[in-house]
């Protein structure tokens, strides 16, 4: 069974600096009409940056719209036209002040896809050298070691809520920590 749906019209209801909202109207499989609002969302990187002693370096930082501190790995937007392992490298020494010296591709994930188009590719780097590169102004971020025997225990506790830090932690707890 076919479940694509087919766009009928698309108008862009607002652009923004980061994401745009678009409101498309579809004609499901069944010959129905429906509205399909999506947020149109640039790609993003995120590192799973683990030490030579085996800690997982983590940064506590609020976010807005949760309205609280969340545990994350270093993550960040693509620029448009950079290449995706340059911007994990780039995350990584803004956020954390690291070069990974080795960078291995996890996979790709969607944070939302009900209803947004962003993709993040996670990575787990490795071989970490200082190199720090000043961080956004807008952020005001504490890096949190964790060792890897915490993770499960963190994950169990509900300390770690967010996404993409949620899924490269249960990876790493599934592949690498056997």
């Given at each position: 069974m076919?479940?694509?749906?087919?766009p009928l019209s698309k108008s862009t209801a607002y652009r923004g600096s980061i994401l745009n909202l678009r409101i498309d109207?579809?004609?499901?499989?069944?010959?129905?009409?429906?509205?399909?609002?999506?947020?149109?969302?640039?790609?993003?990187?995120?590192?799973?940056?683990v030490t030579d002693d085996g800690k997982i370096l983590l940064i506590r930082q609020y976010r807005y719209a949760a309205r609280r501190d969340l545990l994350e790995i270093p993550a960040g937007l693509v620029e448009p036209g950079e290449d995706f392992e340059r911007c994990?490298?780039?995350?990584?020494?803004?956020?954390?002040?690291?070069?990974?010296?080795?960078?291995?591709?996890?996979g790709t994930v969607y944070n939302s896809p009900g209803f947004c188009t962003e993709t993040v590719t996670i990575y787990l780097g490795t071989d970490l050298k200082p190199s720090k590169l000043a961080p956004d102004d807008d952020e005001f971020i504490e890096t949190v070691p964790a060792p890897a025997g915490e993770i499960r225990g963190?994950?169990?506790?509900?300390?770690?809520?967010?996404?993409?830090?949620?899924?490269?932690?249960?990876?790493?707890?599934?592949?690498?920590?056997?």
């Open positions: 076919d479940r694509a749906e087919k109207k579809v004609e499901t499989p069944a010959g129905r009409r429906a509205i399909r609002e999506v947020v149109e969302h640039a790609p993003a990187v995120a590192v799973l940056p994990a490298e780039r995350e990584l020494q803004e956020e954390i002040g690291f070069f990974p010296g080795k960078l291995r591709k996890i963190m994950i169990e506790r509900g300390e770690i809520t967010d996404g993409k830090t949620f899924a490269a932690l249960t990876w790493y707890l599934a592949f690498e920590c056997r």
